[in-house]
């Protein structure tokens, strides 16, 4: 069973940014999606950065030009910097993993909350 962990959230000011990190719990080559998702209170999950093993990126359009999603495959880690954070960036970011066969797992989660 892979675990996903996450770091890096935390509090900034609106403007600032953040990194972060995720790292999956043991090699795994097959591995296709890794990708960031975010929940604000009342909201449903959404996907803010999704990296496909081909290099393929997709960002949601309230992010593009903010953020940047990366992945070192070869430690099973991806990342996201986040410049320019805003306060409605506000939410639990998830990282998310699946793999070829469609089988996924989700991180714990870590809090971002930006001050206005």
């Known amino acids: 069973q892979m675990q996903l962990v996450e770091s890096g959230g935390g509090l900034v000011q609106a403007g600032g940014s953040l990194r972060l990190s995720c790292a999956a719990s043991a090699s795994h080559y097959n591995l296709n999606i890794m990708a960031w998702y975010r929940q604000a209170p009342g909201n449903e999950r959404e996907l803010v950065a999704s990296t496909l093993r081909t290099g393929a990126k997709n960002y949601a359009d309230s992010v593009k030009g903010r953020f940047t999603v990366s992945r070192d495959a070869a430690r099973n880690r991806v990342y996201l910097q986040m410049n320019d954070l805003k306060p409605e960036d506000t939410a639990v970011y998830y990282c998310?993993?699946?793999?070829?066969?469609?089988?996924?797992?989700w991180g714990q989660g870590t809090q971002v909350t930006v001050s206005s």
């Open positions: 998310y993993a699946e793999y070829y066969t469609g089988v996924a797992h």
